[in-house]
């Protein structure tokens, strides 16, 4: 177990490589540092006052939206439930006929944009189209976003 400080709420957390403080949330890599400079609870590490508007996923079928919308306000694990690999914060196994892999991908707030960023999925992620590799790749509003073969319309929630 490795002491870490985490710069947000200011405990100190016990970790083994990885994982995630369990007051406010924050991910932590190998490293002594957050993996991100927001936290999952919103809060701000570097104390910057820019933030990403919540993000909205409109399931499509058929080129027609279906009514099923998923409202992520903060970074999440996006997924299947499966016991023997851990919990997820989007369980997407509820769609009918998905392919969609355990760990699938990971949705993050940078600033005042959304990113996602495939994990190696076994179907893949696709954004308008385009295969994504390991890095992170931006959101935009009307995007479509393909994970496995469940597709979804980005929708940036405004004020």
Do not use: Y
Not at 29 to 58: H, K
Not at 101 to 109: G, K, N, V
């Amino acid at each position: 177990m490795t002491q870490r400080h985490c710069p947000v709420c200011q405990i100190d957390v016990s970790l083994d490589r990885f994982g995630d403080c369990p007051d406010c949330g924050c991910s932590f890599d190998a490293g002594p540092e957050p993996v991100s400079q927001e936290c999952a609870s919103g809060r701000d590490v570097a104390g910057s006052t820019a933030r990403a508007a919540p993000l909205i996923l409109a399931e499509k079928r058929q080129g027609q939206l279906t009514g099923a919308r998923l409202a992520i306000e903060r970074e999440a694990l996006v997924g299947r439930a499966d016991a023997g690999a851990g919990p997820v914060d989007i369980d997407l196994s509820r769609f009918p006929d998905n392919a969609v892999s355990r760990r699938h991908a990971r949705l993050r707030p940078v600033g005042e944009e959304w990113q996602i960023q495939d994990l190696g999925s076994a179907c893949g992620t696709f954004v308008n189209g385009q295969r994504l590799g390991s890095a992170p790749s931006a959101l935009r509003q009307g995007d479509t976003l393909a994970l496995g073969n469940l597709l979804f319309l980005v929708q940036i929630q405004q004020d």
